[in-house]
């Protein structure tokens, strides 16, 4: 999409901190980092989301993950990750480009884990819910 900002850095229009990249993928820095190294990864192809990503570029992308992961862990040293993806506008998605966030983790960072990123418990109990997923009628 030539109006999609993350496809404009993929086709080098537009530049980024370009760290990484490989034939399926392109990673570069946040503009708006909320740690040293906080990378985004990205499909070269347009996706809005995980659901949109095509079961063949699944492997690809996550493998991008990965070795970008491991860069950061060589090079900056953190004591851990916090790795995921904003879907949608609800969760905080910006650009409507999939976008796989890796954000390194230090000390005293003032960061919290996954949990913290919400705080809705279900009223309906685990199974409810199992059968509800599982497509099932109570």
Known sequence: MKDCLFCRIAAKELSAAVFYEDEATVAFLDI???????????????????????????????????????LLQKTLRPRGFTIGI?????????????????????????????????????????EEIRSKILGKQN
Do not use: C, W
Not at 33 to 46: E, L, T, V
Not at 102 to 118: E, L, T
């Open 32 to 70: 708006h980092p909320r740690s040293p190294g906080h990378a985004m990864i990205i499909p070269k192809k347009h996706y809005e989301n995980i659901i949109d990503l095509p079961e063949a570029e699944v492997g690809p992308l996550f493998v991008a993950v990965k070795k970008v992961t491991e």
């Open 86 to 126: 904003n879907h949608g506008k609800v969760s905080g998605q910006e650009i409507d480009h999939l976008h796989v966030h890796v954000i390194p983790r230090y000390d005293r960072d003032g960061g919290g884990s996954i949990h913290s990123v919400v705080n809705n418990p279900p009223q309906e109990s685990l």
